[in-house]
């Protein structure tokens, strides 16, 4: 099984920037499809992004399209959010997920991740 490992929350300023990486150690990182998903004050927990196996594949939603990046490098077991443009709106425990995929999973489905790190926390500022 795979362990993950969040880091690089912070406060920042609406309108700056951060970037988040998730480290994996315990498994075959290039086996599984990610996520990053996160929960606001209050709020359930909501998909942001995942990137396929290879990084060939990635979807953002729609809050954060144009805004946040994925991107993974598997040499490193490490995956990537790039986050701009930050919003109050955007603050957050940040998770990073892990799935290995089977027909009928969904990479927006926080319950067809199996693994999942502890979270890391963003504030932004207005």
């Known amino acids: 099984q795979v362990q993950l490992v969040e880091s690089g929350g912070g406060l920042v300023q609406a309108g700056g920037s951060l970037r988040l990486s998730c480290a994996a150690s315990g498994g075959t990182f290039s086996r599984y499809r990610i996520g990053w998903f996160r929960q606001g004050p209050g709020k359930e927990r909501e998909f942001v992004g995942y990137?396929?196996?290879?990084?060939?594949?990635?979807a953002t939603s729609t809050s954060v399209k144009g805004r946040f990046t994925i991107s993974r490098d598997n040499a490193k077991n490490t995956l990537y959010l790039q986050m701009h443009s930050l919003e109050p709106e955007d603050t957050a425990v940040y998770y990073c997920?892990?799935?290995?995929?089977?027909?009928?999973?969904?990479?927006?489905?926080?319950?067809?991740?199996?693994?999942w790190g502890q979270g890391t926390q963003v504030t932004v500022s207005s």
């Open positions: 997920a892990a799935m290995l995929y089977h027909v009928g999973m969904h990479y927006s489905a926080p319950t067809d991740y199996r693994y």
């Open positions: 990137i396929s196996q290879n990084g060939g594949s990635t």
